[in-house]
């Protein structure tokens, strides 16, 4: 038996082995799904918020302390800080090439900003560097509450209306109910489960990260198009062999993104937290987008194409 006729059995195999499985897949990103709206549901019913922000959307005060003379022990910190405030998040800064640390973030979601509190948080810092604060050794931003909520209801809305055009256009392109849903909803899919694992993680979402999830939209839809206008636009070649198809550009569309984003986040991971957070978001929701286009668009697809072939024979 040649190597060909071999594989030729085996894709035989694995075709007729999906055939029959397709639907029971479907309900793999499907529970994920429900369960990522509930664990969203549920966080919101406790943090009284759908994510965790940090103080560029709940407003506070940000000191950045210089450490190119001296290093600061995070851990340590970290620790004093704990006995001193209830609600406080640290950050490290280091060079890209050395590892060195170079400055130490630390906010706090101070929300009348009068100088008494400022005072007062800049004493607690002091007392554990055991010097004081100045504009040589430090900075300070203080971003006010209304200011935060406005542009964090701001950016909100731009992610709504981002989705809601994205909708537009895809019903308008494919103008068949069926096709345009399952690009929408594996859409839909990839914001949400990415969502609930942010959240899971811990991770304090500031105006870079609602950013990264309107990107997230513009990455979800784009191998959900091509997909479906592989499945809808090219005939003459049976389903799994389309299907087949768009799965070799597709993945590598997105696998080729993935290693792109992962190189960026290691490179940037040490010297901006920015960057850290768009690209951690991305990652996350590119590695959600693979199941929700594979599974999910491609099993409705498949369902769908499936009943219209029966229907016109």
Do not use: C
Not at 245 to 259: E, P, Q, R, V, W
Request: proline letters at 1%; hydrophobic letters at 45%.
């Amino acid at each position: 038996m040649t190597e060909q006729t071999e594989q030729s059995q085996q894709t035989k195999i694995f075709t007729k082995w999906y055939d029959k499985n397709y639907k029971f897949l479907f309900l793999i990103p499907l529970i994920l799904l429900i369960l990522s709206l509930a664990y969203i549901g549920y966080f919101y019913s406790v943090n009284h918020d759908f994510m965790r922000k940090d103080v560029s959307l709940t407003g506070g005060i940000t000191i950045t302390v210089n450490t190119a003379q001296s290093e600061i022990n995070i851990n340590e910190l970290n620790n004093y800080l704990t006995q001193k405030l209830d609600n406080f998040a640290v950050k490290e800064l280091s060079d890209r090439f050395t590892g060195k640390q170079e400055a130490v973030i630390i906010q706090s979601p101070i929300q009348n900003l009068n100088s008494s509190e400022i005072s007062d948080f800049k004493s607690i810092i002091e007392e554990f560097l055991g010097y004081k604060l100045n504009t040589e050794n430090s900075s300070t931003e203080k971003t006010s509450s209304k200011f935060g909520e406005s542009f964090y209801k701001q950016l909100l809305f731009a992610i709504i209306i981002s989705f809601i055009l994205m909708a537009t256009v895809v019903f308008i392109i494919f103008r068949t109910f069926a096709p345009s849903a399952a690009v929408v909803i594996s859409a839909f899919a990839d914001i949400i489960m990415t969502l609930a694992f942010v959240n899971f993680l811990g991770i304090k979402i500031s105006s870079a990260g609602i950013m990264a999830f309107l990107m997230l939209i513009g990455y979800s839809v784009d191998t959900d198009i091509m997909l479906t206008t592989r499945l809808l636009k090219r005939r003459g070649s049976e389903i799994n062999k389309r299907l087949a198809n768009a799965f070799k550009t597709g993945i590598t569309m997105t696998l080729t993104s993935i290693i792109a984003i992962t190189v960026a986040l290691i490179i940037t991971q040490s010297f901006s937290e920015v960057l850290k957070q768009i690209f951690t978001i991305l990652l996350i929701g590119l590695s959600f987008d693979i199941m929700n286009t594979w599974i999910t668009n491609a099993s409705i697809l498949k369902w769908y194409l499936e009943r219209r072939t029966k229907n016109e024979n």
